[in-house]
C-alpha cells in the first residue's frame, strides 16, 4: 500500500528557508514520479516540483526556479524540497505525490497524495 507522510512545514518569514520531507512506503519512489505540489486558498494545485519516472530528471515551476531543491534519498526512500528566498505568495499546503505513470508535475495525472502540510510565510 502506497503511503506518502510529509513534514516540515511551518511558518517562516520572507526570505527565510524550510525543508519539507516526504516519507514513502509501499513502492520505491526511484521508479516513480513524485514531486511537491501546493494548493493556496482559492486556487487549483499547482506543480512545485517532481522527479520524472522516466529518466529522473527533475521539474520546476517557473514561479520557484533558482529558490527551491527537491532531492531524493533511495536508500532512506525519501524525498525533500528545500525552499530559500521564500515570499508570501509561496504559502500554501503543500503536498507529496506520486504515481507510476505521473507526467512531468501534473497533479491529475498523480494518484498516491500524502495529507499535506502547511507553509506560511510571513512577517
Known amino acids: 500500500q502506497v503511503q506518502l507522510v510529509e513534514s516540515g512545514g511551518g511558518l517562516v518569514q520572507p526570505g527565510g528557508s524550510l525543508r519539507l520531507s516526504c516519507a514513502a512506503s509501499?513502492?520505491?519512489?526511484?521508479?516513480?514520479?513524485t514531486g511537491w505540489f501546493r494548493q493556496a486558498p482559492g486556487k487549483e494545485r499547482e506543480g512545485v516540483s517532481c522527479?520524472?519516472?522516466?529518466?529522473?530528471?527533475?521539474y520546476y515551476a517557473d514561479s520557484v526556479k533558482g529558490r527551491f531543491t527537491i532531492s531524493r534519498d533511495n536508500a532512506k526512500n525519501t524525498v525533500a524540497l528545500q525552499m530559500n528566498s521564500l515570499k508570501p505568495e509561496d504559502t500554501a499546503v503543500y503536498y507529496c505525490?506520486?504515481?507510476?505513470?505521473?507526467?512531468?508535475?501534473?497533479?491529475?495525472?498523480?494518484?498516491?497524495w500524502g495529507q499535506g502540510t502547511q507553509v506560511t510565510v510571513s512577517s
Open positions: 522527479f520524472s519516472s522516466s529518466d529522473g530528471s527533475t
Open positions: 505525490a506520486t504515481d507510476l505513470y505521473g507526467v512531468g508535475c501534473q497533479a491529475d495525472s498523480f494518484g498516491y
Open positions: 509501499g513502492f520505491s519512489s526511484y521508479h516513480y514520479a
